[in-house]
Nanobody
Framework: EVQLVESGGGLVQAGGSLRLSCEAS????????IGWFRQAPGKEREGVSC????????YYKDSVKDRFTISSDNAKNTVYLQMNSLKPEDTAVYYC?????????????WGQGTQVTVSS
């Protein structure tokens, strides 16, 4: 079964940090790119970051550059999103998703999401 499972969300004060994990199973991890997305109440889902497992290339949304870091542990089939200097506007449900090949617009497999709440 192809599956992505997120973990690591929670409640944190502004300026704090969280690390999200996305564990993949059921597919050849090294052949895929893993993206992190988020959706806040009343807003559209947006892409936050992405990493291509085969070459380690990364992408970041402008508003999270210098605060978020994406990394991949291919041995554990897991992608991490280290989030530092969190702001209330980072509050959202965070999802990871996978697509074959490189980071791009459309993703085939989605996780169930993990809530991140940043209090002011």
């Amino acid at each position: 079964e192809v599956q992505l499972v997120e973990s690591g969300g929670g409640l944190v004060q502004a300026g704090g940090s969280l690390r999200l994990s996305c564990e993949a199973s059921g597919f050849t991890f090294e052949d895929y790119a893993i993206g992190w997305f988020r959706q806040a109440p009343g807003k559209e889902r947006e892409g936050v970051s992405c990493i291509t497992s085969s070459d380690g290339s990364t992408y970041y949304k402008d508003s999270v550059k210098d605060r978020f870091t994406i990394s991949s542990d291919n041995a554990k089939n897991t992608v991490y999103l280290q989030m530092n200097s969190l702001k209330p506007e980072d509050t959202a449900v965070y999802y990871c998703a996978a697509r074959l090949g490189y980071c791009g617009a459309l993703y085939d497999v989605w996780g169930q999401g993990t809530q991140v709440t940043v209090s002011s």
